[in-house]
């Protein structure tokens, strides 16, 4: 598993450097519409019911005011709209900027 060896905000960008010499680019308001949270992405009960995350928002204009590492495996970003709650895997923001 790769791991960012530096994270930067840069304008209305998150970039990562990762440590095999890789770097990322993530606008802002793309990574907060992405955050695996329960609150973004919904989460299903014993049933198998969705609870939330049904709801389409315009994240413009939100922008990354800091993030820490959880561990040896996740980023949590702070987003401007007070948003805080999604884990971002090393994994998960990697397939994110496959995506692109």
């Not at 969705?50 to 495996?73: C, E, I, L, P, S």
Request: a negative charge; proline letters at 3%.
């Amino acid at each position: 598993m790769k791991k960012p060896a530096n994270i930067q905000l840069i304008g209305q960008e998150i970039g990562i450097a990762w440590d095999d010499g890789t770097e990322s680019f993530y606008p802002c308001d793309a990574l907060r519409a992405a955050s695996p949270s329960a609150e973004t992405q919904g989460e299903r009960d014993i049933l198998g019911q969705k609870h939330g995350g049904d709801h389409v928002r315009n994240f413009n204009g939100v922008t990354v005011v800091g993030w820490q590492y959880v561990g040896n495996y996740a980023v949590r970003f702070d987003f401007s709209d007070g948003h805080r709650t999604g884990l971002y895997s090393f994994d998960y923001l990697q397939a994110l900027a496959e995506q692109k």
